[in-house]
């Protein structure tokens, strides 16, 4: 049995605080074998070194569309609707599966280099994902997104099917690091009847669900005219409310929708770059934490973000959460690196996100050896206040390093680059 042992360095604890301990990883089984005072953590046969730096659990991306690092930077400064609809819908709409595969091992890239470890990812052409992130090492909750708004009957259904397809086919694949869900787009654009035929079917199979919700006014309000009821009351309904189901955004909630999402213990994944960007609002993200709802931290894709770093997110979070409650003690550093850790590998329903023995060995090192983090004061507060994604000088999944030293060892970095810049620019060419 191989035992890669991370050691001289600090460790964050599930309880936040950070001590002086060595990890020791099993690959093989791909968890945490044993964490502690060095003196007392066996031996391992590799060594990972650790020393001025901080062992922290890998961080998770709840919710992404990773190929759309092709259009990061095509189209920004727009509301949700028209920037959808105008730009980004009708270049996606010539993706071919080479493009998402090229875009999504782009997006991987990003993530291991920062330090994220699982993400959630809406897309298509998702077998392609399902093989990058088999490839790449990572871990990962994976989706068809339906839209119905637009189609015929015929091709409206034919995206249900093919949703509940993917769903079948890939969960457990990459030896059980891919899991899969249902994922209808959203609320407002996947019709009616579709949800009511086809979240039964889900159902069945006990397949979870994600999908967009309360992300902007311009989708609340419809439902609200339509159907005489909050969208998440409509979603109860529709029994898109399960405990294994986690939302994106969560924007536009009110006290009866947080009581819900508590009552049922669906998950809510914020996006603040993505809110903020598209000016869709803020999230009432420490009443939700208030209210005892598991909240977890997506970036959302790179078209409205625009990057895949969640040391990012989390500084954005932090920000933001203060500016909507116009208080500053609101979601503090802790509850933040809890929501991007914990928070966020709850929602995915993957047992990641905390250092203890027998949880999965995913696992990033930081870097503290440099200007923006010094003193060492508070090392929870660095995490989300001054740490950023290339700080990140170790990344590892299920127990395998994915990154040494700063270098990827699963992806050819510079090809990947190229591969992405050469794709995006020919589908643009193509859609324009
Ligand atoms: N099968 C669908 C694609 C859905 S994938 C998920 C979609 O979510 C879109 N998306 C990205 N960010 C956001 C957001 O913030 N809100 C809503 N949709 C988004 C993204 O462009 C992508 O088309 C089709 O054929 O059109
Ligand atoms: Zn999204």
């Known amino acids: 049995m191989t035992k890669l042992r991370i050691a001289g360095g600090q460790v964050l604890r599930p309880d936040a605080s950070v001590e002086r301990a060595d990890v020791l990883v099993d690959s093989e089984s791909g968890d945490i074998a044993a964490v502690g005072d060095p003196d007392e953590v066996p031996e391992g046969d590799e060594t990972l070194d650790a020393e001025d730096g901080l ?8 919710h ?7 259009l990061r930077g095509y189209a920004d400064d727009k509301e949700l609707d028209a920037w959808l609809q105008e730009d980004i819908w009708p270049v996606e709409a010539e993706f071919t599966p080479e493009d998402v595969r090229a875009g999504t091992e782009l997006g991987l890239l990003e993530m291991i280099r920062s330090g994220t470890t699982a993400f959630a990812d809406m897309y298509f052409h998702e077998e392609e994902v399902v093989e990058a992130v088999e490839d790449a090492g990572l871990r990962a909750r994976l989706g068809y997104g339906i839209v119905t708004v637009g189609k015929d009957e015929e091709g409206a259904r034919e995206d249900c099917e093919q949703s509940l397809e993917v769903a079948r086919e890939f969960d457990g694949a990459a030896d059980g690091r891919v899991k899969t869900a249902f994922m209808p787009h959203s609320l407002t654009t996947v019709g009616e009847e579709y949800l009511r035929e086809f979240v039964p079917e889900a159902r069945e199979d006990g ?3 994600h999908y967009h919700a309360n992300e902007t006014t311009d989708e609340v309000d419809p439902i609200v005219e ?31 929708e947080i009581d819900l999402l ?19 609002g803020m999230a009432p993200v420490q009443k939700l934490l208030d209210a005892g709802v598991t909240v977890g931290l997506g970036t959302d894709g790179t078209a409205s973000n625009n990057d895949l770093d969640v040391f990012d997110e989390m500084r954005d979070a932090a920000m933001v959460g203060k500016l909507a409650e116009n208080d500053a003690s609101a979601v503090p550093a ?32 930081v870097d ?18 001054a740490a950023r994604g290339s700080d990140v000088r170790h990344t590892l999944c299920d127990g395998a390093v994915l990154m040494r030293d700063r270098e990827v060892l699963t992806l050819d970095a510079e090809a990947v680059r190229e591969r992405a810049e050469r794709r995006a620019a020919a589908a643009v060419e193509r859609a324009e």
């Open 207 to 209: 397949i979870a669900l």
């Open 262 to 280: 508590a009552e049922t213990g669906t998950s809510v994944v914020h996006c603040p770059a993505s809110n903020m960007k598209l000016a869709s």
């Open 368 to 385: 503290l050896d440099a200007a923006h983090l010094t003193p060492h004061h508070d090392l929870v507060s660095h995490l989300v206040y």
């Open 55 to 62: 062992v922290m659990p890998g961080l998770v991306n709840a």
């Open 226 to 256: 339509e159907e005489g009821q909050r969208p998440l009351d409509y979603a109860r309904e529709l029994d898109m409310t399960d405990e294994s189901d986690f939302v994106a955004h969560g924007v536009h909630l009110d006290s009866t």
């Open 64 to 70: 992404t569309h990773a190929a759309m690092t092709l």
């Open 334 to 365: 802790e509850s933040v690196v809890r929501m991007a850790t914990e928070g966020s590998a709850s929602a995915l329903g993957f047992d990641s996100g905390r250092i203890e023995e027998g949880a999965n060995a995913d696992l990033a090192v």
